[in-house]
């Protein structure tokens, strides 16, 4: 079975318009088709950092004097390159969502597939866990999470039915889950609803939003002048994030206009949003919803 199948292989790293002695980052590494292809048009001098906090992906380490790979969540980008002497970089990748590994692994429970009890922890030593959100949290706070990260309408009432369950008995297990909120569940659409609620959960218990504000914040501080950040969205919480900070240098809010209405900004869009040709989409489903978005450093 294939670790990752990487979306947009050719695009993303087309899009950082890669040097051959330039020094590189990928943030995702996962199965490491990303890092292979920008190593393949590196030369001698290139390197490559890459981040992934899967133990799992460890595995995938590629033996090449150029590459080192960092087992860190990729919001202490800054941190580690600097641990590494390196303050600044010719591009960015960032390959955002669910690795196929984590989804096809039935035990870590990422995907709606398979029975398996409450995790979703990408870096598997967090003590946060899709068991402890349905558990523990009180029912507002569950209530934001469903709201905020899954859009979904049912959020209060899900919410309090799940709290009126586990007064009973704790929900240990994605069936017990899905038994619990069996009402919210149309048949027709079951299995999107039943997506919305795991990447509500799953963006909690890793932090996704956070963790994407906080790598986004330093990218301009790493990046080179004209260096390059190409970056992978998979649902519009994720790119509407990454679309405001590439045009307005922050998440919310408009930036300070000078007398004459001109602002400045870190970063430069790099040609229109790119997604997955009906072809890719053939080959790998999970590429579907895939959205890139490229910048460079001003």
Do not use: C
């Amino acid at each position: 079975m294939e670790y990752h199948n990487p979306v947009l292989l050719k695009e993303t790293v087309d899009g950082l318009a890669v040097k051959p002695n330039g020094t590189y980052v990928d943030v995702t590494f996962g199965g490491g088709g990303h890092s292979r292809e920008i190593l393949s048009r590196l030369g001698e001098e290139g390197r490559l950092f890459a981040f992934d906090q899967d133990q799992d992906a460890l595995k995938n380490a590629i033996d090449d004097s150029r590459f080192v790979l960092i087992n860190e969540n990729f919001r202490y980008i800054k941190r580690f390159l600097k641990f590494y002497g390196v303050r600044e970089v010719d591009g960015i990748l960032a390959d955002f969502g669910v690795s196929s590994h984590q989804f096809d692994v039935a035990e870590r429970g990422f995907s709606t597939r398979f029975e398996a009890n409450l995790d979703m922890r990408m870096n598997q030593q967090n003590e946060l866990s899709a068991f402890h959100v349905v558990n523990e949290y009180e029912e507002e706070r569950l209530k934001q999470v469903f709201l905020q990260y899954g859009e979904l309408r049912a959020a209060s009432a899900m919410a309090r039915v799940i709290v009126a369950h586990r007064e009973q008995e704790p929900i240990v297990t994605s069936e017990q889950l899905k038994t619990v909120l069996k009402k919210f569940l149309p048949p027709r659409h079951e299995n999107k609803v039943l997506a919305q609620i795991y990447q509500a959960i799953r963006i909690e218990v890793n932090q996704e939003i956070q963790v994407l504000k906080e790598f986004l914040e330093q990218t301009p501080e790493v990046l080179k002048v004209g260096g390059r950040l190409s970056v992978i969205s998979y649902h519009s919480l994720e790119d509407r994030l990454v679309k405001r900070f590439i045009r307005n240098g922050m998440f919310e809010g408009e930036p300070e206009r000078d007398v004459f209405g001109n602002f400045e900004v870190p970063l430069k869009k790099v040609n229109g949003l790119i997604v997955p040709s009906k072809e890719e989409i053939a080959i790998n489903g999970r590429a579907r919803s895939a959205k890139l978005r490229v910048a460079e450093k001003i």
